[in-house]
C-alpha cells in the first residue's frame, strides 16, 4: 500500500463527513426517539445524495455509478459510519452483487437501484441459520418452468424500505464427500410478488430506526428470469461479490469510534474532579491514550485491506481481520467513552448510550467476530494441512 | 465576464484553537485546516453567476503556504475553473497581511483582467476586514462591501449591504469589488464528479517574488490570549429562586 491519500481521496472524505455532519446529525435525536425516519427526511437525504453524484458511487461508471475504487469506498462509509445508520440508509449504497444482474434484470434492477427508484435488501439470514448459511430451510422446487419457493428469512435490513430483496434459496442438495450439501440460487423478489410477504421483525437495540424485518415465503411463483446468476449458483455470486461489503461494517466502525472519541477527550480535557481535570489522572488520560491508538490502527487495517482489493490481491483474510478488529475496537472505545463520562455517559441527554448500543450489532452482523476468527485462522492453517 | 476570487486557507472553524505557549499566536500544526468560509460564499456566488450565464470564467487565486493548493483544489471541486497559488510564505504560522495580499490580488487582476472579484469579508483567523477594501484602493475599483445580496446588471452591479440598523443597496460600476457576508447563500458541498476533475482543472504555481511584491509583515505581535473563561451556570428552578440567585450575586 502506498501510505497517504491523495487529494481527491482527501476530500472525498471532507466532503460526505460535512454532509454528514451537516444533513444526518440535526435528524438523530428524532429518529432515537420515535424510532422511525420520516418520509420526508429520507426523500431529501436521497435527493441531496443524488444531486452530489454520490448516490450509488460504489458502482461503475458504465451503469452510471461514480466508479470509486475500494479504498475511496471505504472512506466514504467510514465518514457515514460517524452517523445514524437509519439516516445514512439514505446516502444509498445498493449491493455491489447487483452486478451479476442479466439481459433485462439490468432495466428492472441494476439501473434503478443505482439512480435511485428503487431500493434493494439481501436476505440470507434464516432463524434456523445463521452464521451456517448453508443449512437453510427457505427453499424453491421445480413446478413447470417456474419455481415455487417456501420459507422464511429473517433480520433483513432495510426490508422496511426495499422496493425488490436478493434472497437465496436452497435449490436442491448434493451428495459429497463431507456429507450432504445444499444447493443455493439467488433470486430478484418483488414486493408485492403473490405468495411474498414482509412483516415487522424484532426491535433491536442497536441503530434504532434500521429496521429488521420478516420476509415469508408461501408458494411464491417466480419464473427463471428472476434467477440472479445462475441456478445453483448462489454461493458464488456471494463470494464474488459479499466479501467486499465487510469492510463497510470495519470501516463504519472506525468513523463512528472517532466521533465518539472526541466526547471523550473533550469531556476528560474539562471535566474537574479532585480539584483537577479528570484527564490528569493517568486512569483516564491512558484509556484515551489507548483507544487513539486502537482507531488508527483499525482504520489502516480497514484501508490496507480495502487497498488490496484495488491492486487484485487476495484479501479475504485481511478484509476479515479488520472487520473483527474495528468492531471489537469500536466496542472497546464506546464503553471507555462511557466510563470517562461518569454517570452522564449513561444517560440518554449525551449520544453515548446509544453509541454504545449501536457498536454491539457490528460484532454480529455480517459475519460474527467468531466466523471472522475462523476465517483467519483457515485461510493460516488450511494451507498447512490443519 | 471573468471573475476572480481569492480563497485563504485558516484553520477550519470546527476546530478549538489553542495558543501557542509563547504567546506568538494560535498553534496551526496538526491541526484541521479548510478554506476561509466567508471566501466559500464567494466561491458559490460566483459559481452561481455562471450558471446564470453572467460569468465565463471563474479564477481562484490562494496566497499563502503551499499547501493552500489544497483550499484551490476544493474551489475547484466546487465549480471554479482554474487556480493560481501564490507561494508567499514557508512556515504555516506566517500570517500574509492584507496589504500584501492586496498587492499581489492587484498584480494578478492586471494580468487576468476581471471583470470582477469577489473576496470573503474577512478571514476568520485574524479578522482583518481589510483585502477586499485595499485592493479597491490599489485599483481604483469600485467596492460593495458586506454583500448580502448581488445582482449585476450590465455596466453596474446592485450590492445589498449588511449595516447597522438593516440593509442597504448601493450601485456601484464595473469592474468592481465585491465581498461577501454570512446570508449571501449557502455554498454547495463539492459533487463527487466535480471532485474527480478538479485534479485535471489547471492550477498554476507562482511566487510572491514573481509579483514583485515584499510580503514582510509590517505589524508585530505583542501577545496572544485565551478569551477569558467563562464561570458555569446555574439552573433556577423558579422565578423567587432566580431573584434571589440575582441578588446574591449583587446582580440585582
Ligand atoms: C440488526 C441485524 C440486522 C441484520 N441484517 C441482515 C440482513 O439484512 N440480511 C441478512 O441476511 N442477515 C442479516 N442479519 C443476520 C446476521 O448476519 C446474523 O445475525 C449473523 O450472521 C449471525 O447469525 P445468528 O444471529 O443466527 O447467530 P448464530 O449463527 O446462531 O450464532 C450464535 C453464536 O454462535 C457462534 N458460532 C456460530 N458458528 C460458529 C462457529 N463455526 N465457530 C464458532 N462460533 C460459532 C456465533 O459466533 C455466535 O456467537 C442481521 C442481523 C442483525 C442482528
Ligand atoms: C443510574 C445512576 C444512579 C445513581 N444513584 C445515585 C444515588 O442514589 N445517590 C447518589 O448519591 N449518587 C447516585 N449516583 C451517582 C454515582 O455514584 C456517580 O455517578 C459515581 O460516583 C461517579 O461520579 P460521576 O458520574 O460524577 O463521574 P466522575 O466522578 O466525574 O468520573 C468521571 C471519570 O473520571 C474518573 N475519575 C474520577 N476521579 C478519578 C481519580 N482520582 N483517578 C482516576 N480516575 C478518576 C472516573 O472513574 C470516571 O471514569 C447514581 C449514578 C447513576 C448513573
Wanted: hydrophobic content about 40%; overall charge negative; proline content about 3%.
Amino acid at each position: 500500500m502506498q501510505y497517504g491519500l491523495t487529494e481527491e481521496q482527501e476530500m472525498i472524505a471532507a466532503t460526505v463527513r460535512s454532509f454528514v455532519e451537516r444533513e444526518i446529525y440535526p435528524h438523530e435525536v428524532l429518529v432515537e426517539r420515535t424510532g422511525e425516519v420520516p418520509q420526508e427526511i429520507a426523500e431529501e437525504i436521497k435527493r441531496k445524495t443524488i444531486e452530489l453524484g454520490f448516490y450509488a458511487c460504489n458502482f461503475p461508471e458504465s451503469v452510471g455509478g461514480a466508479g470509486l475504487g475500494h479504498l475511496e469506498f471505504a472512506l466514504v462509509e467510514r465518514e457515514l459510519g460517524r452517523g445514524s445508520m437509519a439516516l445514512t440508509h439514505f446516502f444509498g449504497r445498493p449491493q455491489n452483487i447487483l452486478m451479476a444482474c442479466e439481459g433485462d434484470q439490468v432495466e428492472r434492477y441494476l439501473m434503478p437501484a443505482v439512480r435511485g427508484e428503487r431500493m434493494d435488501a439481501l436476505a440470507m439470514t434464516e432463524p434456523g441459520a445463521g452464521s451456517d448459511v448453508r443449512s437453510m430451510t427457505c427453499s424453491a422446487r421445480r413446478d413447470g418452468g417456474d419455481w415455487v419457493v417456501n420459507g422464511t428469512k429473517h433480520f433483513i435490513s432495510g426490508a422496511d424500505h426495499a422496493d425488490f430483496f436478493i434472497v437465496f434459496v436452497a435449490t436442491g442438495e448434493e451428495q459429497t464427500v463431507k456429507g450432504p450439501k445444499k444447493r443455493i440460487t439467488a433470486f430478484l423478489v418483488d414486493r408485492g410478488t403473490p405468495g411474498f410477504s414482509v412483516r415487522d421483525g424484532y426491535n433491536s437495540v442497536s441503530h434504532r430506526g434500521y429496521k429488521n424485518m420478516i420476509l415469508d415465503f408461501d408458494d411464491c411463483r417466480l419464473p427463471d428470469s428472476q434467477v440472479l446468476g445462475t441456478v445453483d449458483g448462489g454461493f458464488e455470486v456471494m463470494n464474488t461479490w459479499l466479501y467486499a461489503t465487510r469492510i463497510t461494517v470495519a470501516a463504519m466502525s472506525v468513523g463512528r469510534a472517532r466521533r465518539v472519541f472526541n466526547y471523550a477527550l473533550d469531556y476528560a480535557a474539562t471535566r474537574e474532579q479532585f480539584g483537577q481535570k479528570i484527564s490528569k489522572f493517568q486512569g483516564v488520560s491512558f484509556q484515551i491514550a489507548d483507544m487513539i491508538t486502537e482507531i488508527d490502527a483499525a482504520d489502516l487495517l480497514t484501508l490496507a485491506a480495502a487497498d488490496r482489493l484495488d491492486q487484485g490481491l487476495p484479501a479475504n483474510r485481511e478484509i476479515a481481520s479488520a472487520k473483527l478488529f474495528a468492531s471489537e475496537m469500536l466496542a472497546r472505545v464506546t464503553d471507555g467513552a462511557i466510563q470517562i463520562h461518569g454517570g452522564m455517559g449513561l444517560m440518554d441527554d449525551y449520544p453515548l448510550e446509544r453509541f454504545w448500543r449501536d457498536a454491539r450489532v457490528e460484532r454480529i452482523w455480517d459475519g460474527t467476530s467468531e466466523i471472522q476468527r475462523h476465517i483467519i485462522s483457515r485461510d493460516l492453517l488450511r494451507t498447512l494441512g490443519a | 465576464m471573468k471573475v476572480l476570487v481569492p480563497v485563504k486557507r485558516v484553520i477550519d472553524y470546527n476546530v478549538k484553537v489553542r495558543v501557542k505557549a509563547d504567546g506568538s499566536g494560535v498553534d496551526l500544526a496538526n491541526v484541521k485546516m479548510s478554506m476561509n468560509p466567508f471566501d466559500e460564499i464567494a466561491v458559490e456566488e460566483a459559481i452561481r453567476l455562471k450558471e446564470a450565464g453572467k460569468v465565463e470564467e471563474i479564477v481562484a487565486v490562494s496566497i499563502g503556504v503551499k499547501q493552500a493548493q489544497e483550499t484551490l483544489r476544493t474551489a475547484l471541486a466546487m465549480g471554479a475553473d482554474r487556480a493560481i497559488l501564490v507561494v508567499a510564505a514557508e512556515d504555516v504560522h506566517q500570517d500574509i497581511e492584507p496589504l500584501a495580499v492586496a498587492k499581489i490580488l492587484a498584480k494578478v487582476v492586471e494580468e487576468e483582467q476581471p471583470g470582477l472579484v469577489i473576496a470573503g469579508k474577512q478571514a476568520i483567523d485574524n479578522d482583518m476586514n481589510a483585502t477586499g477594501q485595499m485592493l479597491a484602493a490599489l485599483l481604483g475599483w469600485s467596492q460593495g462591501t458586506f454583500a448580502s445580496k448581488l445582482a449585476i446588471e450590465g455596466d453596474h452591479a446592485l450590492v445589498t449591504r449588511e449595516v447597522d440598523g438593516g440593509l442597504q443597496t448601493v450601485k456601484v460600476k464595473m469592474p468592481t469589488i465585491v465581498t461577501v457576508d454570512l446570508r449571501l447563500n449557502e455554498p454547495r458541498y463539492a459533487s463527487l464528479p466535480n471532485i474527480m476533475k478538479a485534479k485535471k482543472k489547471p492550477l498554476e504555481e507562482k511566487t510572491a517574488a514573481d509579483y514583485g511584491v515584499d510580503v514582510t509583515p509590517r505589524l508585530e505581535i505583542v501577545t496572544t490570549s485565551e478569551p477569558p473563561q467563562r464561570a458555569a451556570g446555574v439552573k433556577v428552578g423558579s422565578v423567587d429562586e432566580l431573584v434571589a440567585k440575582l441578588k446574591e450575586a449583587g446582580a440585582v
